[in-house]
């Protein structure tokens, strides 16, 4: 197993996707053993306790049956056929990360509102726009560029505390909007709740900037719960991105939006 799959940065979420991973490729099938947590360990170069986490968190997904002092082994390939369970699973673990999200965010809007400065709000307005110049990219680099708007706005908290909280938990949230966004097909735009937040904290409206970042969250997680295991929202599949008619405002509303936000915060 090449240990050059690992980038910088929180390995136990990579660990977990590369295992996920060489399963599904059929690595290791149905029935059988993994190498041990030594052997990992030492193929991928990090520590036992960072396999021993990425182990515990395939079993949760029940992907493997973890039998101390026997080994690891393989339930489910992720195939066809545990579809409906893999997909119900992953569903609960974005519910799990955008609760966490909403604690954190609400409160970091809600002191971005009294404490942005006009040439925060600038960096913020191009962290925003980047978000919405990725929207029909690679899922990882929207993702990426989505919670680099969001940590600016938690930056924007002036709360050091509430800062490290965010980071602490992004590998985590990373991890599950990936996902979301790779597997779930008609997805809500919540681009124009992105300019809302934006104009609110040009503003300095503290409400207002709550009210945008529950709507951003709820309208996602509304969605995530309604939505049967394996039915797409559309007919036809729909994409991977988000569907543009899902919000009153399509994303070019939103970019004249970013244009009126800009003239009246200079």
Not at 20 to 30: D, F, L, N, T
Not at 60 to 88: K, P, Q, W, Y
Not at 101 to 119: D, N
Not at 232 to 251: I, K, N, V
Request: charged letters at 30%; aromatic letters at 2%; one cysteine or more.
């Amino acid at each position: 197993m090449d240990s050059s799959a690992l980038r910088r940065g929180p390995v136990v979420p990579q660990l977990e996707n590369l295992l996920r991973e060489r399963i599904q490729q059929g690595v290791w099938k149905a029935g059988e053993r993994l190498p041990s947590e030594a052997r990992l360990a030492a193929d991928l170069g990090v520590g036992r306790s960072s396999v021993r986490e990425a182990i515990r968190l395939l079993a949760r997904d029940g992907m493997v049956d973890v039998r101390h002092g026997i080994g690891t082994f393989v339930i489910a390939t992720g195939g066809d056929e545990s579809g409906d369970l893999h997909a119900l699973l992953r569903r609960a673990r974005t519910l799990e990360a955008y609760e966490v999200r909403r604690a954190l965010e609400v409160e970091g809007a809600r002191l971005a509102a009294q404490r942005a400065r006009p040439e925060d709000l600038e960096r913020l307005r191009a962290r925003l726009r980047e978000r919405q110049e990725r929207l029909e990219g690679d899922p990882s680099d929207f993702v990426d560029a989505d919670l680099e708007f969001h940590r600016a706005v938690m930056e924007l908290s002036g709360n050091p505390v509430l800062v490290a909280l965010f980071a602490s938990v992004e590998p985590v949230l990373r991890a599950a909007l990936v996902e979301l966004v790779t597997h779930e097909t008609g997805l809500p735009d919540v681009s124009c709740s992105h300019t809302d937040l934006l104009e609110a904290l040009a503003r300095g409206d503290a409400e207002a900037a709550i009210a945008a970042t529950v709507e951003n969250l709820e309208i996602t997680m509304a969605f995530v719960r309604a939505k049967p295991a394996g039915a797409p929202l559309h007919p036809t599949g729909g994409g991977d991105r988000p569907a543009a008619d899902a919000h009153p405002r399509s994303p070019a509303t939103v970019d004249r939006s970013l244009d009126q936000t800009g003239n009246s915060a200079r």
